[in-house]
């Protein structure tokens, strides 16, 4: 199981930047494929990104396509996914959730939040003057 710990959300003005961080304790997180979603008051969780346990494959959804970046950290003791999200728009405001898909993934994706087995518990973002 891995034990998901999202951080680095806040308040931000449209046009800015975040960089969000998900902490796995799991020893083997490196054969986890991770993804990233939101949920927006009133709306359904929607996928953002993904990146397979190889971090050769990431996936966008359409609206995080070249201003969103996600990739694997090994700088610490514990591996991180981090997100990288630029040019923030007032519609990317919501609880982002880290998950992680716990046998080894050679893909990943964000079409279906069940594919995912571990899950953090969120932290919130906000886009807003």
């Known amino acids: 199981q891995a034990q998901l710990v999202e951080s680095g959300g806040g308040l931000v003005q449209p046009g800015g930047s975040l960089r969000l961080s998900c902490a796995a304790s799991a020893s083997n997180v490196d054969y986890y494929a991770i993804a990233w979603f939101r949920q927006a008051p009133g709306k359904e969780r929607e996928g953002v990104s993904c990146i397979n346990s190889r971090g050769d494959i990431t996936i966008y959804a359409d609206s995080a396509k070249g201003r969103f970046t996600i990739s694997r950290s090994r700088d610490n003791a514990k591996n991180t996914v981090l997100l990288q999200m630029n040019t923030l728009k007032p519609e990317d405001t919501g609880i982002y959730y880290c998950?992680?898909?716990?046998?080894?993934?050679?893909?990943?994706?964000?079409?279906?939040?069940?594919?995912?087995?571990?899950w953090g518990r969120g932290t919130q973002v906000t886009v807003s003057s």
């Open positions: 998950a992680a898909a716990l046998a080894a993934k050679a893909s990943c994706t964000i079409a279906t939040a069940a594919w995912y087995d571990d």
